[in-house]
């Protein structure tokens, strides 16, 4: 059974730092893309970037809204996935889900955790 | 970046009607599109991949189709557990944009 299970959330305040982690298991993570999405309180859902495979040299993608404030990378020897998040604003409030996708450009999403929340505010 | 319009935003439905919800992107996205549900306080779930391929274990009774920049889900007979927020997701191009949501409430 795929499980993603997600850390590190919490309430820091705006300009602060923060990184989450995903814990992988259930299938074979260094195949696979992952992404990042969060949502913000009653909203909708928001991409905030992806890390794909070794075979496609970690490359990485990422929102506009969070380009060159956040980080994302993996450690495929623990099954885990990161965002390092700095420079926080008030709106990055929201919860934040990793989800699976793979290679295969008709494959996104197909799993997702159980999120982790992230509060920016004095 | 691709807007990608839902409508209707909200809607009221009973417990076997049909309910169809429209997904349409700013430009053509082939059949790049997948759907997802959402219920409250819960993770989202993909139903729908490829504009109109059943995700493995997802009822019958969910359907997609479109292609370009129209697209619909289709729920036949709608059931209790269906009432949630349905958003759609265009991944043609970078950066990939969900539509705003629809909420299927109970009538």
């Known amino acids: 059974e795929v499980q993603l299970v997600e850390s590190g959330g919490g309430l820091v305040q705006p300009g602060g730092s923060l990184r989450l982690s995903c814990a992988a298991s259930?299938?074979?993570?260094?195949?696979?893309?992952m992404d990042w999405v969060r949502q913000a309180p009653g909203k909708g859902l928001e991409w905030v970037g992806r890390?794909?495979?070794?075979?496609?040299?970690?490359?990485?993608e990422y929102a506009a809204s969070v380009k060159g404030r956040f980080t994302i990378s993996r450690d495929d020897s623990k099954n885990s996935l990161y965002v390092q998040m700095n420079s926080l604003k008030t709106e990055d409030t929201a919860i934040y889900y990793c989800?699976?996708?793979?290679?295969?450009?008709?494959?996104?999403?197909?799993?997702w955790g159980q999120g982790t929340l992230v509060t920016v505010s004095s | 970046d691709i807007q990608m319009t839902q409508s209707p935003s909200a809607m009221s439905a009973s417990v076997g009607d049909r309910v169809t919800i429209t997904c349409r992107a700013s430009?053509?996205?082939?059949?790049?599109l997948a759907w997802f549900q959402q219920k409250p306080g819960k993770v989202p779930k993909r139903l729908i991949y490829?504009?109109?391929t059943l995700q493995s274990g997802v009822p019958s009774r969910f359907s997609g189709s479109g292609s370009g920049t129209e697209f619909t889900l289709t729920i036949s007979s709608l059931q209790p557990e269906d009432f949630a927020t349905y958003y759609c997701?265009?991944?043609?191009?970078?950066?990939?944009?969900f539509g705003q949501g629809t909420k299927v409430e109970i009538k």
């Open positions: 430009q053509g996205i082939s059949n790049n």
């Open positions: 890390i794909r495979n070794k075979a496609n040299s970690y490359t990485t």
């Open positions: 490829a504009a109109s």
């Open positions: 259930g299938f074979i993570f260094s195949d696979h893309y």
């Open positions: 997701l265009q991944h043609n191009t970078y950066p990939p944009t």
């Open positions: 989800a699976r996708s793979t290679s295969s450009w008709s494959n996104w999403f197909d799993s």
